[in-house]
Every structure is written in C-alpha cells, then in structure tokens.
C-alpha cells in the first residue's frame, strides 16, 4: 500500500453541551453528546520513503504547523517509525465553528497513517496519543455518537436515531480560548444523566457557552434569530460561530443571508474509519461520509 485516498474527516455537532466544573489546573468539565454528521473534510495520504512530513492545501490554508502535521509526528515519534508521507488537505468545515474540523483532520490522520505505516496500534492507543493534540480527538477516533464528560476524555458510545440537521456558519468565527476564559461563563450546571438525554434527545438542555458567544458576535444572534423565525429550535454548536437545528420537516432556507453558509446535514451512525484500527470492546461498522 503506498496511498490512502479520499479519506473522510466528519464534523461533529454537540446536541447540548454543560459545564458542570472547573478543575485546579483551568480545564473546565462538561458534559455533552457529540454527533457526527455528513459534513467531511477528505485527506489523501502518499507514502514517503523518508520520514518527511509535508502537506499540500487543496482549497484552504492551513497553519504550517496544524493540527494534520503535529498528528503524523507525533504518531513517528511515540513509534520510532521512519517512514514519512505527503498529505493533500480539502478542507469543508469551517474554521472557528465549533464543528470539531481540526480535531477530526487529526483522528482521521493518525488512523490513516496507523494503516498506511502498518503500525497496528489500536483504537485505544491512538485516542490517547489524540488527547495530546486536543480534547475532542479521541472521540473522531472512536467513532461512534458519544455521551462525553470530563475534559472530553471519558467517551460513552451511544446510539441515535436518524435525523436532519441545518447547519448554518456566519462569517465570523469565535475563539474557544475567548469563550471559555470570559468571566461571565457559566460553570456551575447540575449534572445530568444519559436517561434524561435519551427522553428528549434533540432538545435536551442547553449550550452554556452560547449567551457569552452571543454577547461577543452579533452574527450567532442572526442566525440565531433567522432559524427561529421559521419555527425551529436553534442552538450554538460547540464553542461556536456555528449555529443548528433540528429538522423535523422541510424548511426553505432560499432566503438565508448572503454572507451566512448555510447545509442541511444528516447525522452518521459511525465514523467510516472506524474499522480502520483493531477494537477495543466498541463497534465496527460503516457510513456515508462524502466530502463536498
């Protein structure tokens, strides 16, 4: 094998996402449910005889120095492996939307290279060298739909039913670091349970991030308002700018600002690079993930 094509990075959105904390060292625990939808970066991986790492951005400009390229040497360095590769990149998702894109990039570049090196480290090792790169690795590679807790380590799978989705990204992106350092942040929510969750999945709780990121972009207030103008229930994925709703029905999105990126989405039963690394006790299965 000397090359990985069209390899799928789905977005995430968090159907309610709590902080319940804050531990001593600054990280704030939460709680929430991560759900993949059909909204996919796709990376393509060529073997390099050498141990060089390189990365070539098909529509977007990346960082030199991203989430992709920190993933492949720290796979090389926690292995010893000498092989390198050359990774073409076509970004979708946006940036600062609180979709997760950077965070799947990363879990979906160290299963593609744990295949394509043939290292053959499991699901379990290769999340735990994710968390070093961010919270929300481990769970892309997992792979399945998960009640998420702590610092986003602790990753209990669960099953959802299938449902569409709007998503709709404003212009502006927000800063994770900005939303979660504000002052007025609420930290104190009660901890819920997954059996509260499963009674009222698509509208359970709330996003306790969203009314500082309101306060800071009056594009999540638009958007905001735009999607509840036609009935639905918006709320703020993730530390935002993106905005979603559930679909119970067709809407007529024709109208939707200019400036706004607006996709129905469907949400995924399972990574489709899941089978891409031996088990660790959860599933293996597979799904449509097509890259726009």
């Known amino acids: 094998m000397t090359a990985l094509l069209d390899v799928p990075a789905?977005?995430?959105?968090?159907?309610?996402?709590?902080?319940?904390?804050?531990?001593?060292?600054?990280?704030?625990?939460?709680?929430?449910?991560?759900?993949?939808?059909?909204?996919?970066?796709?990376?393509?991986?060529?073997l390099r005889p050498t141990s060089a790492i390189s990365r070539e951005?098909?529509?977007?400009?990346?960082p030199d120095d991203d989430l992709i390229v920190r993933a492949a040497r720290l796979l090389q360095t926690h292995t010893g492996c000498t092989h390198g590769a050359h990774i073409r990149v076509r970004k979708s998702i946006p940036a600062q939307a609180g979709m997760g894109g950077g965070s799947s990039d990363a879990a979906s570049t160290l299963l593609a290279l744990n295949r394509l090196w043939k290292l053959e480290l499991d699901r379990t090792s290769l999340a735990r060298l994710g968390l070093q790169l961010g919270?929300?690795?481990?769970?892309?590679?997992?792979?399945?739909?998960?009640?998420?807790?702590?610092?986003?380590e602790r990753i209990t799978p669960i099953s959802l039913p299938p449902a569409r989705f709007v998503v709709v990204k404003p212009p502006s992106g927000l800063?994770?670091?900005?939303?979660?350092?504000?002052?007025?942040?609420?930290?104190?929510?009660?901890?819920?349970?997954?059996?509260?969750?499963?009674?009222?999945?698509?509208?359970?709780?709330?996003?306790?991030?969203?009314a500082v990121a309101q306060r800071l972009s009056p594009d999540v207030n638009q958007a905001l308002a735009w999607l509840s103008d036609k009935g639905l229930q918006p709320r703020m994925t993730g530390s935002g700018s993106a905005v979603f709703a559930h679909l119970p029905h067709e809407v007529d999105f024709s109208d939707a600002p200019a400036a706004f990126?607006?996709?129905?989405?469907?949400?995924?039963?399972?990574?489709?690079?899941?089978?891409?690394?031996?088990?660790?006790g959860l599933s293996v299965g597979s799904a449509n993930c097509q890259p726009v």
């Open 175 to 210: 800063e994770t670091a900005r939303i979660f350092s504000d002052p007025l942040l609420k930290r104190d929510t009660e901890p819920a349970t997954i059996y509260g969750f499963a009674a009222n999945t698509f509208g359970f709780g709330r996003n306790d991030l969203q």
């Open 135 to 152: 919270a929300d690795v481990p769970f892309f590679v997992h792979g399945d739909n998960a009640w998420v807790e702590g610092v986003g």
């Open 261 to 280: 990126e607006v996709r129905v989405c469907s949400n995924v039963g399972v990574h489709p690079l899941q089978g891409w690394a031996s088990g660790n």
């Open 57 to 62: 951005d098909l529509t977007t400009a990346l």
């Open 10 to 46: 789905p977005a995430k959105l968090n159907l309610f996402l709590h902080i319940t904390g804050r531990r001593s060292d600054g990280y704030h625990l939460l709680q929430s449910v991560f759900m993949l939808i059909d909204w996919c970066d796709s990376l393509d991986f060529e």
